[in-house]
């Protein structure tokens, strides 16, 4: 039965957005995100009200997003405001309205939002350990996660639209975040441990560094910086011609943005710095699961679902992945990888030949995953195109993100992938009745007695491609 779709409506200090999950499965998928830059905390430094025009804007998207909501089939539909709206004088009188348009709205507090976006972490980082910080437009949160759990958590009035420009205001921003990172515990407690990095401002900035460095995949999420980094994202966020790459929004809140970063770092003093797609949103879906249901793989969940569709037999990647193990003695973060893969192997055999390799690049590198680098995803890349009859991922630059050792192995997956799927046509039965094994001068496929047709010519010089590549002979051997 298909899932039933699941929303969030999360009304920020800066930006009011609507995102549509498939379900509240482990891995939420978005199927539909707009968001609308309301600026809700932009007036709260003159007088501590909301300003009409901001209302204004914030209650219009909000009309359209129930309508959407209603459109769309949604039935369960979480609303929650955050630092603006709790913060607000007039706070009161908005939620009113707010509810009158049909969308029930929590405003929740500075602890919550500080849970929720460190289960959003741990959501898309599973036993992610260190300091998450999530800087919106009214507040930065900055929450311990410790082998999977939430921890300390303090929320600073420190948001991109709050901070006020130049010495005065960056002064009184660095004594605040030295002062609750003491007084919580959260500076020795980050000390030597990454640092997640949450919220569109912080993310914008990753972006600069991805073009500044010529990152060749655009995915934000897990990317990887060294703390030094902090420093040199604040210049290029004050250059023009490096901002000009971001939206007008994120353009004007990027050197506050970068500032407060390099502050942080400085106090926290971090292995790394790491970007995340994932915060309150996804926290709060994530809240709601059950254990068991945490406990699942989150890439290994998404995967499965992105394959499940395409698939023209009948879903086979974990069969294809115990059928090929055999010939791989991989550790438990490549043998993850290798299953990913496989549950996409059959994902592009709608295309035409000749556009299938580029489909399974696509998917891998650009796919919406989580619990992975970008090196996995290039393994992933590399044995989705292999599998699909291309030996060389179409980007150089993308082999450097990669040991060559690795990118190899994913290659011979890719192999072994191939010459699974020729042998089968794709139907898990026929992995069932036969076996690949690995000796140290040969690579073996075994066929039933009365099926070896099934080792035609075409499959014979798969395996033999395979067993070049792996450094051996390749055999055919019949059982009873």
């Not at 609750?180 to 912080?202: N, Q, T």
């Not at 506050?256 to 926290?268: D, G, K, N, T």
């Amino acid at each position: 039965m298909p899932r039933k779709p699941v929303a969030v409506v999360d009304i920020g200090s800066n930006s009011v957005r609507l995102v549509v999950y498939s379900g509240r499965q482990r891995a939420p998928s978005p199927i539909f995100n707009e968001k609308v830059m309301a600026g809700l905390g932009a007036g709260l430094r003159n007088d501590g009200d909301l300003s009409d025009e901001s209302e204004r804007k914030a209650l219009s998207a909000l009309c359209r997003y129930k309508l959407l909501l209603r459109h769309m089939g949604v039935k369960e539909a979480q609303v929650v405001a955050t630092a603006a709206v709790r913060d607000a004088d007039n706070a009161d009188e908005f939620i009113d309205a707010v509810t009158r348009i049909g969308l029930p709205c929590d405003v929740i507090s500075a602890e919550e939002e500080a849970r929720y976006s460190g289960l959003g972490v741990i959501s898309a980082f599973p036993g992610a350990s260190g300091i998450v910080g999530d800087l919106g437009g009214g507040s930065l949160e900055l929450v311990e996660v410790d082998n999977g759990k939430v921890g300390r958590n303090i929320s600073l009035p420190l948001g991109v639209l709050r901070v006020e420009r130049g010495k005065p205001g960056e002064q009184k921003a660095r004594e605040m975040i030295r002062r609750g990172l003491k007084d919580s515990g959260l500076g020795k407690a980050g000390r030597d441990k990454p640092f997640y990095m949450v919220g569109g401002s912080w993310r914008a900035l990753a972006k600069l560094d991805m073009i500044a460095t010529d990152f060749p995949i655009p995915a934000t999420h897990h990317y990887r910086m060294k703390p030094q980094r902090a420093g040199d994202l604040r210049r290029m966020a004050e250059r023009s011609d490096l901002a000009s790459a971001l939206s007008g929004a994120r353009q004007a809140s990027a050197p506050v943005a970068a500032m407060l970063l390099e502050q942080v770092v400085e106090e926290l003093r971090p292995t790394e710095l790491l970007v995340s797609a994932f915060g309150l949103r996804e926290g709060l879906l994530y809240s709601q699961l059950d254990e068991h249901t945490r406990a699942l793989d989150p890439l290994i969940e998404a995967a499965r679902d992105a394959g499940g569709g395409e698939h023209r037999f009948g879903e086979h990647g974990e069969e294809l992945h115990a059928w090929i193990e055999p010939v791989f003695d991989d550790p438990p973060p490549l043998k993850r990888l290798n299953l990913a893969a496989c549950l996409l192997a059959d994902v592009a055999w709608q295309a035409a030949p000749m556009f299938r390799a580029d489909r399974g690049v696509e998917m891998a590198l650009h796919g919406d995953w989580t619990a992975v680098d970008p090196a996995g995803r290039v393994m992933m890349a590399q044995a989705l195109s292999s599998n699909f009859g291309r030996d060389r991922l179409p980007d150089e630059r993308l082999n450097q993100l990669c040991r060559a050792e690795d990118l190899h192995r994913a290659h011979c997956w890719g192999l072994a992938m191939r010459l699974g799927q020729r042998l089968s046509g794709g139907v898990a039965s026929v992995l069932e009745r036969t076996s690949l094994k690995l000796s140290r001068t040969s690579v073996t496929l075994c066929v039933p007695h009365r099926e070896d047709a099934l080792a035609g010519d075409a499959v014979r010089r798969r395996l033999q491609r395979l067993a070049e590549a792996l450094g051996r002979k390749a055999e055919v051997a019949t059982f009873v």
